[in-house]
């Protein structure tokens, strides 16, 4: 299901055009260019159209605000690109991408990296009881190993089950423990996983309070969305929506975002 998105004033879809790059003119073509989109974003969905809420790194290879996936994904050039890019952005590691909250894979420049860890993020002590089994013991496997191949990794971590090596995965992903180091198609198609606290050690060390986490991730989306409607911010990041409120709410006390109405925030000019 896709998300809703609400009609905008022309000059905040407009604003959202330049800075989202979606204009043909500012189409994403390169690497540099993706990863000077997120640096300069905050946080950006890497495979979704323009029914997904957030900066998009498919939308701005396709450069056009009506930018949507089609079905047959494998035979688009523009998905292919993006799926290439993104292929490359991880391997080169400048900027932290993983599976976080629904499953979304979510780019983010490694500033925030520290306040999606606040809010996503589980704690070394609590591993043992917040993590399945088979999560724990895939962890254990990376942190010894350092990193591995999927296949590889699941028979260490003897997981006979796909679905639920998948699984235990993907908690892994949502709560910032593992990421993908890179990605081999040949001889057939894997993605090379390591911890996390491997590839951004210093950001995952960096301590902030929820409050200020939700602040700054908040103002990320503000600075180049102009403004925010009722629930967006929570659905671009999948934060909890009081969570998201609250994070907008500090930035209308502080002065830099005014609210219109409930749930309506713009960044003052």
Known sequence: MK????????????LRDHTWRRESTRRIETVAEAEAFIEHVGF???MTDA???????????CGRRDAYMPRNVQKDAEASQTWLLKDELLRRGKVYYA????????????SLVPHFHALNGISRKDESHVLSPEANRILRVLRREWELATRDLRVAAKIENRATFTRALDELQRGMKVVPLDVVYAPR???IWTTAEA?????????ITPDEAAREIARAFLATAGMTTPGE???A???PRPLAGKGNHALVHEGYAERLARGVYRKKQ
Not at 3 to 10: A, E, F, K, S, V
Not at 99 to 110: G, N, P, V
Not at 199 to 207: A, G, I, Q, V, Y
């Open 44 to 46: 950006a969905n890497a």
């Open 51 to 61: 029914r997904t809420a957030g900066a998009s790194l498919y939308v701005a290879v």
């Open 99 to 110: 599976k976080l909250a629904a499953a979304r894979t979510l780019f983010i420049r490694r």
């Open 237 to 239: 990041t999948k934060l």
């Open 3 to 14: 998300d809703t998105i609400p009609t905008l004033p022309p000059d905040i879809e407009t």
């Open 233 to 235: 911010l929570a659905r």
């Open 189 to 191: 198609f894997t993605y």
């Open 199 to 207: 590839r951004f050690p210093l950001e995952l060390k960096t301590e």
